[in-house]
T-cell receptor, first 113, second 113 residues
Framework: KAGVTQTPRYLIKTRGQQVTLSCSPI?????VSWYQQTPGQGLQFLFE???????NKGNFPGRFSGRQFSNSRSEMNVSTLELGDSALYLC????????????FGPGTRLLVL | QKEVEQDPGPLSVPEGAIVSLNCTYS??????FMWYRQYSRKGPELLMY????GNKEDGRFTAQVDKSSKYISLFIRDSQPSDSATYLC?????????????FGKGTHLIIQP
């Protein structure tokens, strides 16, 4: 089975812009979770989608949003980018909602200038 | 107090040594415990997943959970240079609940040839 794929792998944006990141889960996995990883804060949970519904959201401002499509692919959007949004954004998929065994993609590295 | 504490290292050991990696957590509601390995510029890879207190072995890796002390460990036997990576512990409250994984900040491990 192919693993979790994320596009793009690298992205450079400027403050105030918005960005959309994409994630394709492992075939058959209906749950997609998003995480932000920074050197200072480590890996932090953003939100999780299952069957096109957001099940839970971490402690991030409303500028961070996401959605899931009927084929389980997911996108996350960050509006009005700030310098502090520079991070590795990771997507993880699992068969069940918030499953214990989550499989991560390679991430999208976002740099905000 | 952070929910999960993990020594960031770096931890440097000679090839062949037994490595001990540890995390402590603060909330007894956490029921599921995972260890992930992350190579530089890659997404985290699930190594071990345990539910109950006790030991779980998989090849050279042993995960140990002590719920009474809120302490989890990962042991690596016969360590190899290819084990050099960042090891992240992750915990979760309840099975199937609408809750993301809570990660430690990771321990950077270096195995010297």
């Amino acid at each position: 089975k192919a693993g979790v794929t994320q596009t793009p792998r690298y992205l450079i944006k400027t403050r105030g812009q918005q960005v959309t990141l994409s994630c394709s889960p492992i075939s058959g996995h209906r749950s997609v979770s998003w995480y932000q990883q920074t050197p200072g804060q480590g890996l932090q949970f953003l939100f999780e989608y299952f069957s096109e519904t957001q099940r839970n959201k971490g402690n991030f401002p409303g500028r961070f949003s996401g959605r899931q499509f009927s084929n389980s692919r997911s996108e996350m959007n960050v509006s009005t980018l700030e310098l502090g949004d520079s991070a590795l954004y990771l997507c993880a998929s699992s068969e069940q909602p918030t499953g214990e065994t989550q499989y991560f993609g390679p991430g999208t590295r976002l740099l905000v200038l | 107090q952070k929910e999960v504490e993990q020594d960031p290292g770096p931890l440097s050991v000679p090839e062949g040594a037994i490595v001990s990696l540890n995390c402590t957590y603060s909330n007894s509601a956490f029921q599921y415990f995972m260890w992930y390995r992350q190579y530089s510029r890659k997404g985290p890879e699930l190594l071990m997943y345990t539910y109950s207190s006790g030991n779980k072995e998989d090849g050279r890796f042993t995960a140990q959970v002590d719920k009474s002390s809120k302490y989890i460990s990962l042991f690596i036997r016969d360590s190899q240079p290819s084990d050099s990576a960042t090891y992240l512990c992750a915990i979760k409250r309840s099975g199937g609940g609408a809750d993301g994984l809570t990660f430690g900040k990771g321990t950077h491990l270096i195995i010297q040839p």
